[in-house]
């Protein structure tokens, strides 16, 4: 059969790429570039999903971070290259996040949700809750302890691979820490994300 | 087996995946440790303008965190591609080759210059933009054979992945080396600091040649 689900699926997919690289071809301002790039990165990730399998899960997670982390070079160069140095909005100036209880709860639920969760979705969804309290109260600036649970949790995380590979009889012991170790990573992550932002000091 | 690179001379078996040297790989993989070496221990040039119409010169200076941070990129570059020419897995090799993009972006970004910058940008967009095409190449390989070891493709003597696949992983390195077009990079190597910048043609070339090999093999 010519046309099964996976071919109407990626006619779809190469038929989006490809709006959104005339998009970008027709787009001149750089910032408006850098936000259509994003877009253009959606459809890529789109075809590894297509394969519909769990090895397309797995290789959806590289592609993801390949994808942020290019995002993440090029706003820098942006930024440094326009010479933008000032950012002063540093927390969301509104009374009710600011004062209220509610960030806290949102954020304790979130947390406490991802935590059941575990992996890299609980990673995520946690880290949106840590997000969601440092934004809403904007007085962290202590990160150092920050980065370094992050790298001490990927370390975990890399350790409980070679578990895996190694020792496979120990294989709860490499799930658990695995799980725990990308956990704490993607939190960490997540949360440093547009806190290190500029040149060192 | 269409063997374009020769017969392996030593395969790591992951699985059905395999890290394997042929004699054009392993000279290839030698290429980039020599030159990741060699970034290693060489101390950045610095580039003399010479005033128009008289004797004056004037050296740039680099400062040490920009040394420091170029030299890193060029390492990772380095790795980058050793990693692209050893691995025998299709989306290893398009990571791998992803990571020499973003290497190769950093390697100059850290110059304090607007004009460096700006192309630095312009061939980021680029780069990333091709990842489209290469990761879409390996995830559709994957699709139409079910396996993504290059060595269990070379296997059967027909061609299995489909000639528009290979036309997508070719031109996503294309796009992430800037391979046969280094012109359009030209504005990035002026950037001061000679090792470092060399890193970003060797290893375009390395990935650019490697992508020929696996095109040509599965």
Not at chain 2, 88 to 112: P, R, W
Not at chain 2, 146 to 166: C, D, H, N, Q, Y
Request: glycine share 8%; hydrophobic share 60%.
């Amino acid at each position: 059969m010519m046309w099964n689900e996976y071919s109407v699926g990626l006619a779809l997919v190469m038929l989006s790429a490809v709006i959104s690289f005339v998009a970008l071809l027709r787009e001149k301002d750089d910032l408006h570039r850098l936000l259509i790039i994003d877009l253009v990165e959606i459809p890529s990730l789109a075809i590894i999903a297509l394969l519909g399998t769990d090895l397309a899960e797995a290789l959806i997670l590289p592609g993801l971070v390949v994808g942020i982390a290019e995002l993440l070079a090029l706003s820098q160069i942006y930024v440094t290259k326009e010479g933008l140095r000032e950012r002063p909005v540093r927390s969301l100036h509104i009374e009710v996040v600011e004062l209220a209880h509610a960030p806290i709860i949102i954020s304790a639920l979130l947390v406490g949700y991802g935590i059941v969760l575990t992996g890299f979705t609980g990673g995520a969804v946690a880290a949106l809750g840590a997000i969601f309290f440092l934004v809403s109260r904007g007085n962290a600036d202590k990160y150092e302890l920050v980065e370094m649970a992050s790298g001490i949790a990927w370390a975990a995380w890399i350790a409980s691979f070679f578990v895996f590979m190694f020792f496979p009889q120990y294989w709860y012991a490499g799930v658990m820490g695995a799980a725990v170790g990308i956990l704490i990573k993607v939190v960490a992550k997540m949360s440093l994300v547009g806190s290190m932002w500029g040149e060192a000091e | 087996m269409n063997e374009i690179g020769g017969q392996p001379l030593f395969l790591l078996p992951f699985g059905d995946i395999f890290i394997y040297f042929t004699p054009f790989t392993l000279t290839l993989f030698l290429l980039a440790l020599i030159f990741t070496v060699l970034v290693i221990i060489s101390k950045p040039e610095r580039q003399i303008d010479i005033v128009f119409g008289g004797d004056a010169f004037l050296a740039k200076k680099i400062s040490i965190s920009e040394m420091r941070f170029r030299r890193f990129m060029a390492i990772a570059c380095g790795l980058a591609s050793m990693g692209a020419m050893v691995t025998g897995d299709l989306f290893d090799f398009a990571l791998f080759t992803s990571l020499v993009g973003i290497c190769n972006v950093g390697i100059v970004a850290a110059v304090k210059s607007r004009h460096v910058q700006n192309a630095a940008y312009q061939y980021g967009l680029v780069a990333m933009s091709a990842t489209v095409p290469l990761f879409a190449g390996a995830a559709m390989a994957a699709a139409t054979t079910g396996t993504l070891s290059i060595l269990e493709l070379a296997r059967s003597s027909a061609s299995v992945v489909p000639l528009s696949v290979k036309g997508l992983l070719t031109l996503g390195v294309m796009g992430e080396g800037m391979a046969p077009f280094y012109a359009a990079k030209a504005e990035m190597f002026r950037a001061p600091g000679a090792p470092y910048v060399i890193m970003c043609s060797l290893s375009s070339l390395l990935i650019f040649l490697r992508v020929i090999e696996v095109v040509l093999t599965v």
